[in-house]
């Protein structure tokens, strides 16, 4: 893939300038310059105007002990009320609200009316099950209308729910129904994806069998394809049965503005996932000011993020966001290539998309297939419906950004690359579609009210031009409350004492530019890889190779790839003497099926190696550095003079 060597400037329509939610620069400016008048006035001002409070909150942010940030702390809410509710209070109870897409192309509506009492059952279900305020569901189910009832469902009831993505293993899944003591567990028999019913229920079962899940009460299971499905006595029961004769009102429970809304578990630098708690009223907030600002979206828009819900991105951006602003929403079950690589294409055409929202990965593994088919080239469809397009989880390079900008924009949409993370609810760093000149390869400027900025080691300020860490300064609505059970984490995590506790460290590396002071994020300065926009820890792959009988030690780096951003690398010493041939890559695929079902399949290695041994230095640290230039097929300048056994780096240099 060439990249750009000129910088380009992309600026907005005149049109889209004209009637977007934040106007121009001068309108953005405006926004930072009443955030940096009156941080709390900015912040209680929006909460006032954009979500709707039971009772109104007096204390906009109580900072007594940071860095546990309490935000509206006096204000109570429902959020299945404001995503629901008031919407139709309004007025648009018979607007769509979700388009359902079925792998097999099969579409379903639901209006918000409808949606409502669909809530409303199960939440009388949950209810009905023991289900309180406070308690945690886990919810494991494929992308469906009934996943983001039961997100909306526990909102209504002030149960915290835990999506756990349904690629995750029985391994995984186990670990987050034990870490969060989960009353109950929302599944499905199966999932359909590119024409295949992929078995769900069986993972559950696995799960359960493996200790730890004890708390955990009650299975509740949707057939979605009504294929073979064990069902055990006294604990499941099928999500048809519970909702029978249950009343299609739900009075909602109002909680405090930081109640915890949901955990959603995301990988960090050591070995165990971590739980990250979000509030209510602070995250909705956020959710809906990022619809608005960053989507620019409007009552006419049918919004598609083509995220899962298993991810932050469908949380914000499918369950929440959308819904809470009245819009509608296409719902995708399937995969990108199936039937064929132009299924976006189609369905935007289809559907009538104007604001698209997906990530870099697809896009690059769209040019792919639309450069050896025109048939599923982007011009080969109708788009003329879609205005803004969105890009999250990875940095887009040039190349893609510009292929996405021309061939699927038609040159006339805004890309709204959002730099964000699992633990900061929404939108950091975005362009604002009628606002910020663009460029590609770089997120731009933070959102108004975000106070970004790049550091160096001690915490001070980087001129612009220099690389360092990308901090934020000031706390904000939407930001992670804690690690559920582990506190103590959530401080060394994110606000370490290298700062003196006073900014949140995101864990990426980023640069300013020297003239237009716009952001580029460089990656993860700590030991998490991002493949496919999917963010893993090198540690848990580690942990689960070591866990498998032959493996003695293991190491896993990340090496650039053009396809899924990085790609796993992991250098392997068996117990026994190092294998080669045919049985070296047997090997190596019983161990990458291995970590498939220790975590999932998307943590398998792409490239695995082994060695005798790994470059150590004296003192037995593993000089990961090197590993990284291995992987990346570089040949070692570096000083191996502190290194143990030099002669690995030639064995570790061999792909198999
Ligand atoms: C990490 C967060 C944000 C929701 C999906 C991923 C990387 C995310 C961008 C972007 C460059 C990005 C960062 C970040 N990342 N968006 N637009 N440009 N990098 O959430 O799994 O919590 O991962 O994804 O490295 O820290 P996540």
Redesign the pocket.
């Given at each position: 893939m060439s990249e750009a060597t000129e910088v380009r400037v992309y600026e907005p329509s005149a049109e889209l300038v004209r009637n977007a939610a934040v106007s121009g620069m001068d309108a953005y400016k405006a926004l930072c310059a009443e955030a940096e008048r009156d941080y709390e006035g900015y912040w209680a001002r929006l909460a006032r105007e954009h979500v709707t409070w039971q009772t109104p909150f007096t204390r906009t942010l109580n900072e007594d002990n940071r860095p546990f940030f309490k935000w509206f702390e006096d204000g109570k809410l429902n959020v299945s009320y404001n995503c629901l509710d008031r919407n139709i209070q309004a007025g648009l109870g018979d607007k769509t609200a979700i388009i359902f897409e079925a792998d097999d192309g099969t579409v379903t509506r639901v209006t918000y009316s409808e949606l409502l009492v669909r809530v409303s059952r199960l939440a009388n279900a949950l209810r009905a099950k023991g289900v309180k305020k406070g308690d945690r569901v886990v919810i494991y189910l494929p992308m469906s209308i009934e996943g983001i009832v039961a997100m909306q469902a526990c909102a209504r009831i002030g149960a915290t729910h835990s999506v756990v993505f349904g690629g995750f293993s029985a391994q995984s899944l186990r670990d987050r129904i034990s870490d969060a003591g989960a009353v109950m567990l929302i599944t499905s028999d199966e999932q359909c994806r590119g024409g295949k019913n992929i078995p769900l229920k069986p993972i559950v079962d696995e799960a359960f069998g493996m200790g730890g899940c004890e708390s955990c009460k009650t299975v509740i299971v949707y057939k979605r394809t009504g294929g073979a499905c064990n069902m055990v006595e006294g604990r499941d029961v099928w999500l048809h049965d519970v909702l029978q004769g249950q009343a299609d009102t739900c009075e909602p429970e109002w909680v405090e503005a930081e109640h915890p809304l949901f955990l959603l578990y995301?990988s960090g630098s050591t070995g165990k996932p971590k739980g990250v708690q979000h509030s209510s009223g602070g995250y909705l907030l956020h959710a809906i000011l990022t619809m608005k600002w960053t989507f620019d979206i409007k009552p006419t828009d049918v919004f598609w993020c083509t995220?899962d819900i298993g991810?932050?991105?469908g949380h914000t951006y499918i369950t929440y966001g959308p819904l809470a602003c009245g819009s509608t929403e296409i719902v995708f079950e399937g995969v990108p290539t199936y039937p064929d690589a132009g299924r976006f294409w189609k369905m935007i055409q289809d559907h009538k998309v104007s604001v698209f929202y997906t990530a870099p990965t697809a896009i690059r593994s769209l040019i792919k297939a639309a450069d050896a088919n025109e048939a599923v080239h982007p011009k080969s469809y109708d788009l003329s419906s879609l205005r803004i397009l969105g890009?999250?989880?990875?940095?887009?390079n040039p190349a893609a950004w510009e292929w996405y900008y021309q061939n699927v924009g038609g040159s006339r949409c805004p890309i709204v690359?959002?730099?964000?993370?699992?633990?900061?609810g929404g939108h950091m760093i975005?362009p604002l579609p009628g606002a910020t000149p663009m460029i590609p390869g770089s997120?731009t400027l933070p959102f108004p009210g975000i106070q970004a900025a790049i550091v160096d080691e001690t915490g001070n300020d980087v001129p612009w031009g220099q690389g360092g860490i990308l901090v934020v300064k000031k706390p904000w609505p939407s930001m992670i409350r804690t690690i559920y059970g582990d506190p103590d984490r959530f401080v060394k995590s994110y606000y370490p004492a290298d700062f003196q506790g006073r900014y949140y460290l995101?864990?990426?590396g980023a640069i300013r530019d020297a003239k237009t002071g716009y952001f580029t994020?460089t990656?993860?300065i700590d030991d998490?890889l991002?493949v496919s926009?999917?963010?893993m820890g090198t540690m848990e792959i580690e942990s689960a190779l070591v866990a498998h009988p032959l493996v003695a030690e293991a190491a896993v780096v990340g090496r650039p790839d053009d396809l899924t951003g990085e790609a796993i690398c992991a250098f392997v010493v068996l117990k026994r003497s190092r294998p080669t041939g045919d049985e070296a890559k047997q090997i190596a695929n019983e161990l990458r099926n291995w970590v498939g079902k220790e975590i999932g399949p998307i943590a398998k290695p792409k490239d695995l190696r082994f060695g005798d041994n790994l470059p150590k230095t004296r003192s037995g640290k593993i000089m990961r550095r090197l590993l990284r230039s291995i992987a990346k097929g570089e040949q070692i300048t570096q000083d191996t003079s502190t290194l143990e056994n030099p002669a690995i780096l030639d064995q570790l240099a061999q792909t198999l």
């Open positions: 995301t995220a991810w932050v991105t890009s999250v989880g990875e940095p887009i690359d959002t730099f964000w993370q699992t633990e900061t975005t997120c995101a864990g990426d994020i990656g993860r998490v991002n926009g999917h963010r």
